[in-house]
């Protein structure tokens, strides 16, 4: 039996949170945005509705040039809540993994899962559910999101993606190849601006392009490793498994480096946020973490760890921030550019494990 495969991705999550809050924000440009402080416009965009994007504001855009394009129009530029989203993502993934056979969390919007029993290897019975499900998340939180559904995790992400927002696009293993035959190769995961325009200079800019560009080729341009996941990527073939990597057992984030590097401040100063994030996370579910981890992914998507076990647990934010700039100092000193970089937290404890009675009397 073939697999059955399915990516859900949230439509314009943060900002579409931010209209179900706020009902009247309906129809007007929403921008959810990080405001570093400086002054009233400094800081980015970090996504806004459908609306907004007509103007062409864009992810990571600057708020100042996003009001530029909004000149005269009526929009909300609202402050980013990093833990109401997570909330709201934390919700709609135990929906998820309560309906499928595996799940795996991509990120805080987006997740790949695995139906194949669940369906018996049919597609029309995994259309069935991935609409029963669209309707279920928008009856529990009046959120839309868009569903990808094909025979591996490669076609089912870059299905997810070919009908936004509310979007559903179910590809069957036969349909496959010639369902990416017209498409850029930059749709393909893995696929940056920088691959792809590499690509391009080589001639390379559809997706069969790739497919059929010759083994040897590709690996002198890209490295062994990326260059045989993206040959496979371009034919339709990609037998990585849905992995379920569990609830609470460790908090992690990853982020991509504005440009590839390895200087230490600059991946540590990018990261930061991120280490904030993590952080808040970890306080606001009353856990300690024991280990901890620097995961920096090469070019070619390499990922390269490095891990230390704490003597004792802690939820300190400067213990953390410390352990990541010595696990990173040690691992930059060992490998070439990193394109991302990020930090897992493991072992994770329950407060009430850590402290003694005194601690909650004193
Ligand atoms: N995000 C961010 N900064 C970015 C990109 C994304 O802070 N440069 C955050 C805000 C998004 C969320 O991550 O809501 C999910 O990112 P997606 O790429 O899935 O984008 P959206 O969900 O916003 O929009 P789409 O409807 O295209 O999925
Ligand atoms: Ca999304
Ligand atoms: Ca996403």
Redesign the pocket.
């Given at each position: 039996m073939s697999r059955i495969v399915g990516h859900l991705?949230?439509?314009?999550?943060?900002?579409?949170v931010e209209e179900v809050e706020a009902p009247s924000l309906r129809g007007i440009p929403v921008l959810?945005c990080?405001f570093s402080g400086r002054t009233e416009e400094s800081g980015?965009?970090?996504?806004?509705n459908?609306k907004a994007r007509e103007y062409g504001v864009k992810?990571?855009m600057p708020i100042a040039l996003a009001k530029g394009r909004l000149k005269g129009v009526e929009a909300a530029f609202i402050p980013?809540h990093h833990a109401k989203?997570e909330a709201y993502s934390d919700r709609v993934m135990g929906t998820l993994r309560s309906r499928v056979d595996l799940l795996e969390q991509a990120?805080?919007?987006?997740a790949f899962f695995d139906v194949t029993k669940k369906t018996g290897g049919d597609y029309d019975a995994a259309a069935a559910f991935a609409r029963e499900l669209k309707d279920e998340i928008f009856r529990e939180e009046k959120l839309s999101c868009?569903i990808g559904i094909g025979p591996n995790k490669v076609v089912a992400k870059i299905a997810s993606?070919f009908k936004?927002?509310n979007g559903l696009t179910v590809i069957r293993d036969d349909q496959a190849l010639a369902f990416l035959s017209p498409l850029p190769v930059d749709r393909i995961y893995g696929v940056g601006p920088k691959t792809a325009k590499l690509l391009e200079e080589n001639g390379i800019t559809t997706i069969p392009e790739l497919a059929r560009s010759p083994i040897e080729r590709l690996e002198d341009l890209l490295g062994k490793k990326l260059a045989v996941y993206l040959r496979n990527a371009s034919n339709a073939i990609d037998d990585e498994p849905v992995v379920d990597r569990g609830g609470t057992s460790q908090l992690s984030r990853m982020i991509t480096l504005k440009t590839d590097t390895r200087d230490l401040q600059q991946v540590v100063a990018e990261l930061l946020p991120a280490l904030k994030d993590v952080h808040e996370k970890l306080i606001s579910k009353d856990l300690f973490f024991r280990s901890i981890s620097a995961i920096g992914i090469l070019k070619d998507l390499s990922p390269h760890t490095r891990s230390k076990t704490l003597e004792t647990p802690t939820n300190d934010y400067s213990v953390l921030e410390k352990e990541v700039r010595d696990l990173f100092a040690a691992l930059l000193r060992e490998v070439g550019d990193l394109r991302r970089a990020g930090v897992r937290l493991g072992e994770l404890q329950d407060m009430v494990d850590q402290r003694s009675l005194t601690d909650f009397t004193s």
């Open positions: 991705d949230l439509d314009y999550f943060y900002a579409q959810v990080v980015v965009v970090s996504t806004s459908y992810s990571g980013m989203y990120g805080i919007d987006e868009s993606d936004k927002p």
